[in-house]
Each structure stands twice: as C-alpha cells, then as structure tokens.
C-alpha cells in the first residue's frame, strides 16, 4: 500500500500513518520529496482497506499495490485452471456450451431440450429450479420436485447439469442433483452463500453481478477458493447500463480483462446480457473470439410459451444455426468443442 | 397489460396474443387501429411478466398498467405507514436520526458511541456485527458476541438498536437483540432472507441495491411484507454510477419518487452513499429537505481508528454538529424530531 | 505525478520513465522500497496525462498529486467567487431562483411568464431559443427571433436573462441579448465553443454534461477561465443512469464536492435531472440544503400546451408554491435570496 | 403514438388528449376498455416527443409506435448501405480495417506509421490533428500543418485517410484534406456539426457518444442524413460505466442492435473502448464475430512516446499479430478485406 501525504504534511500527520502501519503489523518506508511525502507499507497488504488510511489527517490518496484478490489471480497461480466435471475439461483449450430452459418446467419439457441441445453439441444442460424473481409474484421455480427432473435428463443424454442455488440450506440438496452449483448475479455478493458452496465439492458457476466491478466479481471467486473450492468458473452475463435496446450490456473487455488477471475460465452469458433472441447468435460468436471458454444459451421448446425469459430463449432450430456459427470459429481460434 | 402489434400483424398473430391472455386466466380487449392493432388484457396483471408476451409474433411493445408491486404501493394503501419501534413513531411527520459505528468493535467503543449520539439526538444506535465485506481478508464483524453488546447500550441510554441481518439462519438471533433488522444493500434481492425477515415480528430497514431501480426496490419491499411483516423502512444509501468523487451517487429523487409511489417511511444514508466525511453533513441536510423521514449515520469515537469505513465516520463533534444544522430544517419541513 | 513501478522492475524500466520525466522539463525523485520502486515527478503536472507514464515498461500505476484544474480549483482561490450580473451577486451567501419556459415560443409566452416569475422571486429569466434536440423533426428553436423578445421581458420586469449557445458562431449574438450565456449539457465538452464563450464578456451557466464526471465538469470550466472569462457558474441537472423513474439522476453530492474544490458558484437544474413536475419542489428544496446558490426551474403558462418539456415545467402557481417552500430554508442556510 | 390513460380518466381528460392530437395535424383512435381507455395517434408520429403527451391530465404512458428515426432505418430503407471512399467499399460483405496514430505528431511519424499499417493490410489511415481534450493543458494536436501531412502519406501509401472534425468552421478544410470526416464521442450531439458535416461530400465517421443510447446514436445520424450526405459509418467506440479495469465497456450489443435496426455500417474502435493495449486484439477478434464492418485502430511507432493515447497504442509488431488474428475470422464471417 503507498500512502501519498498532502504537500506540507506535518511531522505528526506522517508519524500518525506510520503508527497505522506498525499497528497492522507492517512496516514503513518513508520517502520526503520536495513536494509531497511518500509512505509505503512494506508487508501483508491484502485484509486491509484503503480506507484504513484514507481518512487520517494529511493523507491524499491511497494506492494497492497488488490485487485485492489471490487466490484468484494469476500472479499466484500462473498457470490456466481446467474445471474437470466428471471427464470433460472446462477450459483454455477448449470450448463448453452449456444450454437448456431458464425455468424447468416440467420432466417433458426437460427431456426435450435435453435430446436437442446434446444432438446439436452442447455439453451442459441448464436449468433453474430455484428462481430468484424480482416480484413475488412470478413463477418460483419447481423446487426440489424439479431438481428430480435433471436425473432422467442426465441418464438419457449424458450431458451434465448446471442450476441455482439461492440459500444456504439448498446448497447440499442441489449439490447431490447437479454436476455444477451456479451463484446466480443478484447473490454473488451474498458471502454467506459464498461460504456455502466453497465448501461444496462440485464446481461453481459464478455469475458477475449486475454493477459489479470485475476486481469485485474476483474477489467474489476468492471466497469460494478461500473455503476450500478452486473450481470456479466466471460467467459474465451483462452489466447494467443506460442502454434499453439490450437487456443489459455485455462486457466482453471482462473476458479479455479476467483471462489476464487470473488464472479461472470464464463463460459468457449472451441470453441474459442481451434478453434479445436476435442477438444472442452474434453474442455468442463474439464471445468465442474474445476469449470465452464457454457460452451458456437459454432454449426452449416452445419460447412463446415459456414461464420465464420467453423473449431471449432459441428455438431448436435457432440452436443448431447457432452452434452451425459457433463452431468454425472455435476451430480458427484453437479451441476444441467440449462433447 | 398492453400488448401492441406491429403494423400489418396478421390475424393468426393476434390470435396468438388473444390465446396466452386467456390461458393466463384473463380477458382480451382488442382494438384494431389503421396503423396498428392494441390489445389490452383485463384481469390481474401483476404475477405476469411482460417477456410473457414480448416474443411473441407480431408484438412490438408490451405495456405494464399498474405498478408491478402492490402492498407497497400507495394506490394500494393511500395512508402514510407509521413504523412503531417501542414507542417512537418513524414516518410523515417526524425524523428518525440512527446514528453508530459502522462496525460494533468492543463493548467500550459501543456504549461511549452509543451515550454521545443519544446526547446528541438521535434515537437508534446503529452497528454492525455481522459485515458483508466485499474482500474474504477483511474484518468480518464481532458476530453473535457483537449482538450482545447491544444490551448494554440499550439499557443504559434507553435508544432503539439496528443491526445487520446476512442469513436466513442469523434472522431469529438478531430478531432476539435487535429493534431494527436490517437488509444490507447487497442483500437486496436475496429473496430467501427478505422472505425470512419477513416472517419475524421486528420492523426491517431494507437497503437500495447498488444498481436497483426504484422498481425492483419497491418489490423487494413487496417480498417482505407479502411474508406478513408490513414494517419496511426505505434506506436510499447512494447507487453506482461512473462518477469517483464520491463512493456513491446519492440518488434524493428516489425518496421524492418512493413517497408518491409507496407508503413507507424513507430513511436516507449519507455516509455510504458519499464515502466522504465532509459531504455527509450536506447530503443529510438534503435528505431531509428532499422530504426523508429519518437519516442513519455512521459515528466512531477515533474514525482515524476505525476497523471498517474511517473516512466516512463522523466524529462526535461533527455529529453534534450535523445536528445543530438538521433541527432547524426539521422544522421548516414540519417534523419532529424523535427522541 | 507518482509513478508506481511493478516489483522487480529492472534498472532500464526505471530509467526510462526518468527520462520521460526529465524530457517534459521536470525532475524526478526515485524511491526504491523493497517491494516496489516509487517515482515522484517533481515539477509542473498539469497537462501530462497519466498516460505518459501508464503504458512505459514496469510502470503498474500512476498517480496524480494535484487536481488537473488550477484556475477552478479552491487551492489555488480559496475564496468563493462571486458572479456579478449587473448588480445582482450570485454565489455563496446569496440564493438565486432562474425560471422561465424551456423554449421560447412567442413574446406573449414570454413576457407573461417573466411577469409571474417575477412576482415569485425569481431574479433571471431563463428561457431556449436555440434548441439543441435530440431528434431533428423535434422543434428547434425560434432562433434570433426569439431572442429579440427577451428585449422587452428585460424591460418590463427588470428580470437578467439566461439562454442557450449552441454555435461557436452564435456565440457573439446571445451575448448582446442575454445577460448569462448558457452552455447546454450536450456542449459541455464543445471544446471550441467553451473557448468561444470564453472570450465574451457574459458570466457563463455551464451545464454538467450527462455523463461528465465532477473533474472533467471543472475542466470544462477551467477551458473558460483560461481564454479569459472567469464567471463560471457551474450547474448540476442529473446525471444519466440506470434509473428510469426519473429523467435523470440529480447528483447532490456533486454540489458539495464543487463546493469543496472549487471557488465558483453552483446553480441546479431539478426541472432536467428529474424531468418529473412532482418531484422538481422536492429537488428544489434538497438543493439549497445541499449548499447550492441557486436553482434553475422550468415554468410555462400552461405546461399542457408546451411546446418542449411540458411534463416537468412548472404552473404559476406551483411556482409560487416552490417559492413559498424554499425561502424558509434559504435563511436557514443564511442565503439571501436574489431579487 | 399510443396514449393510455388512468383507470377512471374522466371524459374531460380524454377529450384533452384527442384536441393535441387534432391541433397537430392528427387523427385520434379511442378505445375505452373496462380497466383504461387508450387512445391510437394516427399520422405522422416522428417529430412529435413523448413529452408532448406526457403531462396531460390523466395520461399515465405514452408509448412511441414507430423508431423515432427515419431515414436511418432499416424498416425505410431495407438495403444495406454500401460507403463507398474511392474504389473502397465499406460495409456488409467486406471488413475494413482503419489505423494510425492518435494524434499526428510529425510527417515522419504519420508516414513511418502509414506504410507500416498499409503492409499489414489497413484501407484507411487515422490521425487527428485536431485534438478535443478535456484538459485545456493537454496537447491540442497540430491543427491545419497536420493536416497537409496527411497528403504525402496518401500519395505515398495509396491509403484513404480519415481524421476528426471539430467545429462547423473547420469542416470544409478538413473535407479538402480527408476521405472520411469523423465525428468525435464528445461531439455526437453537438448539432450543428453533425448539420456541417451533413452538407459535406465526405463519408462520415460517427463516434457513438459516451452515454448515448443506441437511439440517440441513430437520431445523431438522421440529422447527418436529413442534411443530404447519406454515407455515414456508426462507430461503436465503449460507453461509460462503473467499471475500471477498462476505460470504457465496449458495447458489441450494438453492433447486432444497429445492424437490425438500420442499414448503415458498423465501425469499432476497440483502442478507445478498453484504453488497455493488451485488449485491443481481444475485442478487434470479437468485433469482427459481432457482424462490424470494420474496425479503427491506434497504431504507433513508439506507443511509449505517444503525445497522446500511449497506453492503448498497438506497436507495428502487435497490428501484423492483430491482423494475423482477425483476417480468418473475417473469412469465417464470410467478409472480404477491403485494401
């Protein structure tokens, strides 16, 4: 951490910040140039916040030197994590595409997806059970009757599955159903969940908030490798902006940004970053050339009739002519297709 | 809901349209235009997305009539909400001051902040023990042992106590020591525990989500008093945009818009929403003159000292002085101050 | 400027960012901790971009000492300036309604409202002639015509007059008709009509522009003084987010910053940030709690009728209305209000 | 434009409605169903806001039927725009690829770099010589002198040359050195420019503006359109979000929103969008699998020398790598490289 003191900062206003840092265990190098004073803190910076110093007296400005997050980064770990769920590999190198309903609704419609999605080459089914809905008067989800569903699914096609987990308590029984535990956006500050599946033994699907920073969305990461789980695996999924067109905005620079500082793969979610079915093709091929190591894609049987996410959900056929675009560009960018 | 088609929809279009509305249990109402076809749909709305229709063939544009939330909402409810916490009265007509540290460090630190700020005028202590911190490394709160400084500093200087709740399987505890349970901000759409401090019997002081629309707030509020506690007090603390001068950006036309659109009591937080000490005294005076019924304050007795949040905390002296410039505001605006 | 070089970075790297430093005439102060090496550039930093220095080899961060601006900025003129329009003195002290229809549509309009404003308190007349609109089939203006009547207004009510430039070439006309040339939001960064304005002899209302942050909004200005006119009055009307219940998102924290680092006065425009007839008495009111020196408001004979901005103007009588409500808390705040 | 009324809106209101309806030349279409009656504009609906209806007694929304822009639309003007600059033509089917530096420094400077970027496969040379700036301290580029080196290098290279334009006087001249015109972010509301540039021969460059919408982008080229010159290049060049790790969040979401909704090409800037040379690749590849038509890029011959922009410049060395990446992806995309 680099304390820079105000021009003409007292003695005692230096010696104050220099009593934080020994305070914290740390020690101080002070360096007087004509203008201003310098002070750094020598030793273990991570745990202790800028504003720990930011408000005492003479201080300017506080600057990190390392990343707030570890674990998470590559500084730490320079080699590219590789997700294994059960034998496929998550990945640099490769490319997933997980697919299947926003909401299960039912074991028929399941199943059906199911079949498509797999014929057409995705490796992963998604599905929610739990739905965190912003009324409480929308469609909650089967619950666990629907988290039964995925068994059959599982069995008949081989794929394997991804869903949500919105508490606690539902982090065990979720984690015997599917093969990936996602975090969903509205809960990826919500630690205590964190916590929850970092002690889980499956991988975790990490949805970026929507107004998180991406230093936030790491250190989010790092509570789940901090309890004990490396396996994570980053989905953006759109930010929120101004912008109406869009549902909300895609940030592709985050692919390019997280493949830099850290070592974990990231996923893009062009379903719910555009909310548009027009765009969620070109999304999805942009995400594959900026980087990504996997898309996840919203399909359904009969999207008119959808309970939930109708507007931004592929049809089959919608599915097969994404994956038709998809493909080729994974080839060009050194990429082989998950099965 | 309005659902309008677009010019030249096909009759087979409309129908469509015509058939999800009665599916859904309700009537059609359609008028064909020159230009275009409209076709209203009679009966309960809310529950119903507008994606229920927006992908369908033909739509153009869907239309929500009624405000998505109910209970919350003043067409609903016209009359003020008065939360009772022991005998004092938050709402129209007086103003709250919750004032504390932002963390419960110490007993000490708790009950010398606690006598200052009753002195001082304000009527609820506030303090967290349980903090949700965006970095794993950071001080994470005193925890249940925090909660039980509580009781002294009730007792001894007789204010109301609010503190944070961050999981549904912590909302019963600090139901036992808490006056106020309170929603963090990045809590806010964690359904599970608005539907867990919606089943407990104390008032609950709900944050803004850091990127919430007014909207999504509102049926955040809508979960908790949907689950049987209709006490919510509205905290605007600042939503996220690109300025970086202040941590926050203060948004006070939300507390003119929540007490046209709601019922509730509007509490304004000045300190998270600016991050700076020398903006909060201003912010708290337009708080009140925006219209708010109470403002929550953090307070430490050596901000220098501070585990968590320095630079924004008051000392005693400037909350004194805050003090001094809001009671006559106070009472311009017609509101009493609650002791 | 500091420059924070990576850990381990070689001799090379540190030398070549001292000659950068020596190159633009400066000295340099280097510091080498054991974690990292720190350079202090010792000399004049504005106009070096942190650029110079970001992208140079083992250069991880830089850091500004001082605030880019220098004639806006409170360091370097630390008492409040005070802008004279004829004998009226806007700024710290005083408080200064502006009001007047969003554009100028006839003499009759115009007059009609300058007499009511008038009569309320208002010191300026404010008023479009030059629209800068969104859409070009939206109205555009009555142009020169309109600003002839702000003649006989002037005459007839003593009212100063404010209004919109749009066009270095425009620049020289408004000035022989307006009191206060206004440089719109969308302009806020026309660097060559910020230079043009600059050298007419009229205070200047410069308008935030709807995603300037508070530094780039003091640099606009800083662009004014520096060509020779230093009666800014910097004007906060909303910013643009994510929120959709209002126009804008009025930044209030915004003011007090100004007001902190700057030496000029703050006008806020509630009829733009909130673009919502309710809320604009409330904005109103936040505002000089807030600590600005005056407001801007839309008001129209008959807002139904409006040729621009009828929803968010004001009627004569909720005018008054706003009047009655702020001249209270205007002594409250010690300001004197402008006649 | 559709008007709904409040549940119960008296016969009065609605009769309110239908007379701003007729007073503009329109026709109204009520329909009374048993919840709200809603009332169809029919007629010529662009020109007319929202806001002319919004405040009227009794109206709750307003809804616009058609895009707001016309000769911008696709629904007008179904087939693709082709631009052609000299025998280049850009647009659907090809991908173009625009270099240089950010500001011209010297002839030697601009020529070295224009060779370089030629061989390497770029149509069209980049460089300012008229610098906006936000600080009025920064380096302002090299005005008209600049600009004549853009003639050796065109002669020299064969390359077509495109550079910014920033006041309506400057527009001729620059048209008599330049290929294209480009309209800077910081300009895209600036009017009367977009009017200036509208009279011009020369295709224009328009810079989507930091917080525009994709509509306003589009009403932004109508102005251009209306004014006669159709050939106008919308260049997606990153919004401003809460996000820093980049310096703007490039939004590809609207390369796919503006490719459907009008027929003009699609340019991306990916150096301005990340500010972050190691991004700069990333998001080229992406923009390319998004549908752009071409992409603009800076190119230096020594990014750490740069008087402007060093940190996002790409060296000779990282463009040929650049174009290595992108020319088979181009190829995927079914794109011929212009030359």
């Given at each position: ?186 809960n990826m500050q919500n630690f205590r969940l964190l916590e929850a599946v970092g002690r889980q033994e499956k991988p975790v699907l990490l949805k970026r908030g929507l107004s998180s920073t991406i230093e936030e ?123």
């Amino acid at each position: 951490m680099i304390i820079v003191m105000r021009a003409g900062a007292t003695d005692k206003e230096v010696q104050g910040v220099v009593g934080v840092i020994r305070e914290l265990g740390n020690q101080e190098h002070v360096s007087r140039g004509k203008e201003t004073t310098i002070i750094g803190m020598i030793g273990e910076e991570r745990g202790i916040e800028e504003a720990r110093f930011a408000g005492l007296p003479g201080v300017v400005q506080v600057l990190r030197v390392l990343t707030p997050f570890k674990l998470a980064s590559r500084q730490y770990h320079p080699e590219d994590t590789i997700v294994k769920v059960g034998r496929r590999r998550i990945g640099e190198g490769t490319f997933t595409v997980m697919a299947g309903p926003c909401a299960v609704e039912s074991q028929e419609q399941l199943l059906k997806t199911a079949c498509e999605v797999k014929k057409g080459g995705a490796a992963v089914l998604r599905g929610g059970v739990f739905k965190p809905r912003t009324s409480p008067y929308a469609f909650q989800g089967l619950g666990i009757e629907g988290l039964r569903f995925f068994d059959k699914a599982r069995k008949e096609t081989g794929l394997a599955v991804v869903t949500e987990v919105m508490s606690v308590t539902e982090a065990a029984i979720v984690g015997r159903y599917a093969d990936i535990l996602q975090i969903g956006a509205r809960n990826m500050q919500n630690f205590r969940l964190l916590e929850a599946v970092g002690r889980q033994e499956k991988p975790v699907l990490l949805k970026r908030g929507l107004s998180s920073t991406i230093e936030e969305f790491l250190l989010a990461a790092e509570y789940i490798i901090k309890c004990g789980n490396p396996n994570v695996l980053m989905c953006e999924r759109g930010i929120r902006t101004f912008e109406k067109y869009t549902r909300n905005t895609l940030d592709l620079g985050a692919v390019a940004a997280i493949k830099k500082l850290s070592h974990l793969p990231v996923v893009v979610d062009p379903s719910h970053a555009t909310g548009v079915r027009d765009y969620v093709i070109p999304m999805a091929r942009a995400a594959i050339a900026a980087g990504a190591d996997g898309v996840i894609i919203e399909v359904h049987p009969e999207p008119d009739k959808a309970l939930c996410d109708g507007p931004q959900s592929l049809t089959f056929r919608q599915f097969d002519q994404m994956m038709k675009e998809i493909v080729p560009l994974a080839k060009v960018m050194g990429k082989t297709l998950v099965k």
